[in-house]
């Protein structure tokens, strides 16, 4: 069973579409979960309100987190953000990483990708997750989140300020796309990430 769990995102409510459904699986199994969020979200919306909808997720999650506050669109040199990335992974110890895809039209989640990759080039299990401007996976390792399919919307619920203009964070479209993941599984929903890198004890779930 994963004992420290990392999530990555790039902006405020990356993390919580992406894998939230498994982080809340995860604690659910006694894992200590921590949220790295590297920019403030201003490029769509006021950056207080943003940390504190991001602050009120994490602690709907009971989740540790740390806002690196660079300025959206603009996350600054590779180096610096992977030196940054490193402290946050020596502070958190983490048994397994989730983060962005590479393959996403939007440059931050690009550079976030690049950035954790280098920076957690020693851990072993590093699973990529998507957001609604990455490539659909297809397949990949699935996690089944029937369980904590209410709690994941609330989740993004919130993040109230993004709903209104960004259907696809709204509890229809985060059912449908795990709807879809959970029929190429066999579950009702599911949550789809591709490895990195991934090595799973025998008898883990998530």
Known sequence: MWKRVLAVGAHPDDVEFGCGGALLRHAAYGASITLVIVSDGALAGDAVLRAAEQEHAAQLLGAKMVM???????????????????????????????????????????????????????????????????????????????????????????????????????????????VLHGSRVGCGYAEMFRPLRFTMPLGHVV
């Open 68 to 178: 690196l506050q660079r300025p959206d669109g603009q996350l600054g040199p590779l180096r610096a953000l992977v030196s940054r990335l490193e402290e946050e992974i020596a502070n958190a110890a983490p048994d397994l990483v989730y983060t962005h895809l590479p393959e996403d039209i939007h440059q931050d989640h690009v550079r976030t990708h690049q950035a954790i990759s280098i920076a957690a080039r020693r851990l072993d299990n590093v699973l990529l997750y998507e957001s609604p401007r990455s490539s659909l996976l297809s397949s990949g390792i699935s996690v089944d989140i029937s369980p904590v399919i209410e709690q994941k919307t609330a989740l993004l619920a919130a993040h109230a300020s993004q709903i209104g203009t960004r259907r696809e964070l709204g509890a229809e479209a985060v059912r449908a796309r795990a």
